[in-house]
């Protein structure tokens, strides 16, 4: 196999990103919500073509994670169970080719059933419950696949408008197979009366992309007489795939 | 309706990638649950990369990022991806020949802006130079990622060493940048503190030095 300058880094088949659609993600800057104004930087990013600091990423093991991570029902039972309704969230991490993405590092945080955080700088009124974290981690199979168990968050207000509040919601974290992958959103339940009143659901500009952080209602996986269940599949960057460079590789 | 799916392919087959979502004030919880008052999970990730094992001149990187208005921020998730000593990632995909990978050393950390100072910091080594496109060498560089309330998508930037003269003015990301006065806002400037060496990389997401962020 002929070695070509470049080809032991990125160049390589499958070793760029896809570009990100910055059409479709929300710009920084979006006033209606109000924190983004100081937070958004002024000035156009500068586009970068993938080099080996963007295609590859942090490589995390099971050994990492402990057994009940992903078990946000009892990763903080102290006396008992959290007050809530139980709740299975489960999906694909897939890349933009349409690849399960294995391995990827899924961690995600939310809000009590009655809408209060486990965090000193959340003083909203509803109380604390003694029996929830509100925060778990999981690695995806080799299909791409998660599930964990919690229960659903309750709405809560936040100081946007005077008359602010956010549907409820869990935030994800995705490390995906790359650090150019990095992601973090946020999801929603299927009905929530909230959706369509969210500041910060809005600073996705397409009504159809805000769509694909609802999570649907799945009844077939949920647990008789135990847990309701719901379907949230993700999608990070793909790679492109340079079949000219793979043949001049002479392959 | 509710049996619809809402993700699939384009009609080229391509997957739209997930809309991305401000990580919130309370990112802590999920990432750095320590910081936000409290202990759950067993291992936790955090902002000291190196193992006493550890390949390399050992670094402290700090700073503070500041607001429009040039204030510090005090709840910004930050994480930082980088080569080990040899100039090589922790990653099945480089595959550059004669470097090899250092088991003690994975070269990913995280951490948030402190609630108080607006600090952040973290204990890793020097990163050696990499393989850049075409074969050209980058100069040593850490990547760095942060989001966090009101960012309503993740910003990425590089964190260049002052005392690298030399390779940063051969590095091509470094060139790409114009103004050329813009440079500056990517190096971080070397101190000399109690035997440690420490790298200051102050953060501005506005105002006349306004740090280079990449679309990766």
């Known amino acids: 196999m002929t070695t070509m300058p470049g080809h032991a880094a990125a160049g390589h088949w499958g070793d760029e990103l896809i570009q990100r659609d910055r059409d479709m993600q929300p710009p920084a800057f979006t006033p209606d919500y109000k924190t983004s104004v100081l937070r958004s930087p002024r000035i156009p990013l500068w586009s970068l073509q993938s080099s080996l600091s963007e295609v590859t990423g942090p490589v995390f093991t099971p050994q990492e994670l402990g057994p009940l991570d992903h078990d946000l029902v009892l990763n903080y039972a102290q006396s008992g169970e959290p007050i809530g309704e139980r709740t299975i969230v489960h999906g694909f991490v897939r890349d933009g080719n349409g690849r399960g993405v294995a391995g990827a590092l899924v961690e995600v945080w939310q809000a009590n059933a009655g809408g209060r955080y486990r965090h000193r700088n959340d003083t909203y009124l509803a109380p604390i419950d003694p029996n929830f974290g509100g925060c778990g981690r999981m690695l995806t199979d080799e299909r791409g696949y998660y599930i964990f168990r919690t229960v659903k968050p309750g709405a809560y207000p936040f100081r946007n408008r005077v008359n602010s509040w956010r549907p409820a919601h869990i935030h994800f974290s995705l490390s995906g197979q790359a650090f150019g992958q990095r992601l973090i959103t946020q999801m929603y339940f299927e009905g929530d009366p909230l959706i369509p009143h969210d500041q910060i659901l809005a600073t996705v500009p397409n009504p159809a992309d805000r769509d694909r952080l609802v999570a649907r209602l799945d009844l077939d996986a949920a647990v008789p007489l135990d847990s309701l269940a719901y379907r949230f599949d993700m999608v990070l960057r793909g790679r492109r795939q340079t079949v000219f460079e793979n043949r001049m590789q002479g392959g | ?216």
């Open chain 2, 1 to 216: 309706m509710s049996r619809m799916s809402n993700t699939g392919p384009d009609a080229l087959g391509y997957w739209p990638e997930t809309p991305s979502q401000t990580a919130g004030p309370y990112v802590h919880i999920g990432l750095i649950p320590h910081q936000a008052g409290f202990e759950i999970f067993e291992d936790n990730f955090s902002n000291v990369l190196t193992k006493p094992e550890t390949k390399g001149e050992r670094i402290r990187i700090e700073g503070r990022i500041l607001d429009g208005t040039g204030a510090p921020t005090r709840d910004i998730l930050v994480e930082i991806w980088q080569a080990n000593a040899a100039g090589r990632y922790a990653h099945p995909a480089d595959r550059q020949p004669g470097k090899d990978t250092d088991p003690a050393f994975r070269g990913w950390g995280r951490t948030g802006t402190d609630f108080q100072t607006g600090l952040y910091a973290f204990d890793t080594i020097k990163p050696g130079p990499v393989e850049g496109r075409h074969g050209r060498p980058m100069a040593p560089h850490i990547n760095l990622w942060f989001a966090s309330r009101g960012m309503n998508i993740g910003l990425s930037t590089r964190l260049y060493f002052d005392d690298e003269a030399e390779l940063n003015a051969q590095d091509a990301v470094l060139n790409l940048v114009d103004p050329p006065s813009r440079r500056a806002t990517l190096l971080a400037r070397r101190e000399q503190r109690d035997g440690l060496v420490a790298y200051v990389f102050d953060i501005h997401f506005q105002g006349p030095n306004e740090t280079v962020f990449f679309d990766v």
